[in-house]
């Protein structure tokens, strides 16, 4: 009977299989496409049935496929996969096994075609299978034919496995890879874990090595911060050493000359009573002291240097005091508090080359100055000298020779007091101005420059040496270097105006100084007054000087006049009423007066002697006017017209005074108007 099955003829297959509606096959197992030739069973194809057969192949068709992939499902594989590679180790248990009936297998092989059909994959869900056109139900009630299990089945032969020799080799050198692969894995897996337990126990030395730097850490903190205090008390940096000894003086090492003062300060207090001295302290006096005098050393050394940059040709003071001086005005400071003397030294060195400075300079200034031309206006000047149309030639013979000018008029000379420009002439400009100008202009110059370099030094002496030296001390250092200068320009004001009978000039220069004496308080320099006040001693005498030659000028024309008109009726008639020419000067030197004192105080010395002049010119009017002999009606034409001319010509001023004189002459001309 097994060799029927061996043989698997078609006659013996046809005679005991009965075809199935829709030509379906009864195999236990799941359809194939195409046919193993190494399965052990083989199905042979009946009449009117499908190609399709299906079979046990152990090995499939392509020679490309490896059994790899069956040997990784976890959960079994499907019924086509199901199948694995037979054991051959011995032929005849292999043939044994092919010619054992599956009816009378053992439990064994029951349990194995039970794991060969449990397995279900994902793949066997999408297999197409063909039911015959029969149902689920009818399929299952219809019943199988009895010789489906007498199949005949095909051996492979030895041929065939040794057409398959060499896929079975690539087989059994795949897995020996595989297994390579696996063992490297295994191997790298088990290193890491052991590397990853290694740094775990590294991560936790590391946690408790920082926890225990955390501690350190801060219990150093906290000692720190409980005697960092005492040691910064007692010790001392060796960049601190090294700066204060070969470093540069700048504004670090300022800071560190400072931070060395109140350490030594710190230190010279008397400990408290029960404080025992320690070994620190003790060492710390001494170079305290050590550092304290190679500091006075450094600070002798630059101080005396940039007093000897003062002496240099052609240096500016005030930008060596602004970088070098005041920068470092603390290093004074300290001198003076830890060497006196020396600092009394210093200062005397600096007071006498600035006293030597601003000598030079400002007598070379004031040589500069002095080329400018100047008017001179002499006693040919004066309000009652006679008319110069009238005595022109005399005058053309006895004054001398120079550019004109007008003694009376005022015009533009006040743009001095006027002038946004608050700064002197220089030396070049001055030596090179070849214009005339009235005194006025050489006074402004100087005391300008005086001006403004006392306010400079002032304010230099008041900020570098002090709090060291106290405000009387600076002022007597101050009057010290200007004392030569001041008494230099006290010469050149008293030069300008003791020979000049300008008392336009004269109070124009008044005026100025009293400016500067406003811009001096304005700026806080009040060393300067003693100056100021001294200036307008020389010019407020002379300005009286000069008044009172110009009213002795006038009185004497008016003693000339005859105290009776020795004319004829016929004479006097001819003469004009036209104002006077004295009238036109005093008419212009009353509004020159009263332009520059528009903003002056009852108490000055202007007014009294306008009033004397003023009383001078009447009687001399009034005593003119009886040179028309009886006709009282042309000489009141004529006090009218002189009169009304000076009001014509102060009309436009303002001030006080001002206001005091148009209401004079107004009374005048109204009076005399009547009889006109």
Same mark, same amino acid.
């Given at each position: ?19 199935? %509606? ?28 499908? !190609?399709?057969?299906?079979? &046990? ?28 590679? !037979? ?150 940096? $060796? ?31 008397? $400990? ?41 040709? @052609?240096?500016?003071?005030? =930008? =060596? ?16 508090? #830890? @060497? ?5 030294? +210093? ?28 008017? =001179? &206006? ?26 004109? @000018? ?21 030396? @070049? ?7 005339? #100008? ?28 002090? !709090? ?12 010290? +270097? ?43 320099? %009040?060393?300067?007054?003693?100056? +100021? ?16 030659? #110009? ?97 014509? +010509?102060?009309? *436009? ?10 209401? #004079?002459?107004?009374?005048?001309? *109204? ?6």
């Amino acid at each position: 009977m097994w060799l029927d099955r061996l043989a698997g003829g078609p006659s013996s297959a046809s005679g005991q299989s009965t075809p199935q %509606p829709g030509s379906r096959s009864f195999s236990p197992l799941p359809r194939r496409t195409t046919s193993s030739t190494l399965s052990p069973y083989v199905t042979s194809q009946r009449a009117g049935h499908s !190609p399709r057969s299906s079979s &046990l192949s152990l090995v499939p068709n392509d020679s490309s496929s490896s059994l790899l992939s069956h040997s990784r499902r976890t959960n079994g594989s499907s019924l086509r996969q199901s199948v694995t590679i !037979p054991n051959i180790n011995d032929p005849l248990e292999t043939l044994e096994g092919i010619l054992r009936d599956p009816r009378e297998a053992d439990d064994g092989f029951e349990e194995s075609q039970k794991a060969r059909t449990s397995s279900i994959v994902e793949t066997d869900l999408e297999l197409e299978v063909d039911f015959g056109g029969l149902s689920l139900k009818e399929l299952a009630s219809s019943q199988a034919p009895d010789d489906i299990a007498s199949v005949p089945r095909r051996a492979q032969s030895v041929e065939d496995y040794q057409k398959e020799r060499t896929t079975f080799e690539s087989l059994r050198r795949s897995i020996a890879a595989c297994d390579d692969v696996l063992n490297s894995v295994e191997t790298n897996l088990a290193s890491f874990r052991n590397d990853l337990a290694a740094v775990s126990a590294d991560i936790e030395s590391l946690q408790e090595r920082s926890s225990a730097l955390n501690r350190r850490l801060q219990n150093r903190k906290d000692v720190e911060k409980a005697l960092g205090p005492l040691v910064e008390e007692l010790s001392v940096s $060796p960049e601190v050493v090294t700066k204060i000894s070969t470093g540069r003086i700048d504004e670090s090492w300022t800071k560190i000359l400072s931070e060395l003062d109140r350490r030594t300060a710190a230190y010279k207090k008397k $400990p408290s009573p029960g404080s025992q001295p320690n070994k620190a302290s003790a060492e710390l006096g001494p170079l305290l002291e050590k550092l304290t005098l190679k500091a006075i050393e450094r600070i002798r050394d630059f101080l005396v240097a940039q007093i000897k940059a003062l002496r240099s040709p @052609h240096i500016n003071a005030q =930008i =060596i005091q602004q970088q070098n001086f005041l920068r470092f005005k603390d290093l004074y400071n300290f001198l003076h508090k #830890h @060497h006196a003397t020396l600092a009394d030294e +210093i200062s005397r060195a600096y007071m006498n080359t600035m006293r030597w400075y601003y000598q030079t300079h400002f007598s070379t200034y004031q040589q500069a100055l002095a080329k400018i031309k100047t008017h =001179i &206006l002499d006693k040919s000047d004066m309000l009652g000298h006679e008319d110069t149309t009238r005595m022109a030639t005399v005058l053309s013979s006895t004054r001398a020779a120079g550019p004109p @000018h007008d003694a009376f008029n005022l015009g533009r000379r006040i743009d001095l007091l006027k002038t946004s420009n608050q700064a002197a002439s220089s030396s @070049h400009l001055a030596e090179e101005d070849q214009t005339t #100008h009235y005194l006025e202009v050489q006074f402004r110059n100087f005391n300008l420059a005086l001006i403004d370099n006392t306010t400079a030094e002032y304010t230099f002496l008041a900020t570098f040496f002090s !709090p060291a030296l106290s405000y009387s001390q600076i002022s007597k250092t101050f009057n010290y +270097i200007f004392e030569s200068t001041f008494e230099m320009g006290q010469a050149l004001s008293k030069n300008l105006v003791s020979n000049t009978y300008d008392a336009l000039g004269i109070l124009l220069c008044i005026r100025l100084n009293q400016n500067f004496a406003f811009e001096l308080q304005r700026r806080k320099v %009040p060393a300067v007054d003693s100056y +100021i006040n001294g200036t307008n001693m020389l010019l407020w005498p002379r300005l009286q000087v000069v008044m009172d030659r #110009h009213c002795e000028s006038v009185r004497q024309l008016t003693t000339n006049l005859p105290s009776k008109s020795s004319r004829s009726t016929g004479d006097a008639a001819k003469m004009t009423a036209a104002p006077h020419v004295v009238t036109q000067r005093f008419g212009q030197l009353l509004h020159g007066f009263l332009a520059l004192s528009a903003e002056a105080g009852d108490d000055e010395p202007v007014a009294a002697s306008l009033r004397r002049l003023r009383s001078e010119v009447e009687v001399f009017l009034n005593k003119q006017s009886l040179s028309y002999g009886g006709d009282k009606r042309k000489s009141e034409r004529f006090l009218y017209n002189n009169y009304s001319l000076i009001l014509t +010509i102060i009309g *436009a001023t303002t001030g006080k005074l001002a206001v005091e004189q148009q209401g #004079h002459f107004e009374r005048l001309k *109204a009076a005399h108007q009547e009889d006109a």
